[in-house]
């Protein structure tokens, strides 16, 4: 049922269907409109103004509830700004979990020492990923850190190989440097 459809008010019937050069969304408004005005001034202005006046009347009721929910949520924030600034001005308590070394021998379970770091990561609240490695790396021992640290010599060198040969005139100047040196 319309909200405009009031059986007591026997002198103005608003339909969808009368109405029909509006939109939904406005119909939607004119319904809202009818409950914060009241019934009997939504069909006097429906009966009275063409329908450019309309138009304009319900798009300025729409502005301003827009308007009013924004001024809400702008509140809303600056509450949870001021709420949340005596917050962050602590740092969050960490819990320093120490894990056992990983030295790559058999007698290392490397599953039970990812579990020791995942356990670690979370209560250190570590969520960068290239921290989280960092960690892993500084709980490495023996073999596995000598391979660990191989492996990102490995990767440095090969990417400063990359940079040096994606330089064309920079391969000659390379050529002739222990030349100059000497």
């Keep these: 049922m319309n909200m405009l459809d009031d059986e007591d008010d026997q002198s103005f019937h608003a339909t969808r269907d009368g ?21 009997h001034a939504v069909s006097v202005m429906l009966e009275v103004l063409n329908r450019d006046v309309q138009h304009a009347t319900i798009a300025k009721f729409i502005q301003n ?80 850190k000598t391979w660990a640290l191989g492996l990102k010599l490995h990767v440095h060198m090969r990417l400063g190989r990359q940079k040096s040969s994606s330089r064309g005139s920079d391969k000659r100047l390379n050529r002739l440097e222990p030349r100059i040196r000497s």
């Design 19 to 39: 109405y029909s050069h509006l939109s939904d969304i406005e119909w939607d408004a004119v319904e809202r409109l009818g409950s914060t005005m009241g019934i």
């Design 65 to 144: 509830e827009l308007d009013a929910e924004r001024e809400k949520f702008e509140l809303l924030r600056q509450q949870q700004a001021a709420a949340g600034g005596s917050m962050h001005s602590r740092r969050p308590e960490t819990l320093k979990i120490d894990i056992s070394k990983y030295k790559g021998v058999e007698e290392d379970s490397l599953l039970r020492w990812f579990v020791e770091l995942d356990d670690a990561i979370r209560a250190r609240r570590i969520d960068d990923g290239a921290m989280q490695v960092a960690f892993a790396q500084s709980n490495l021992a023996g073999r596995a």
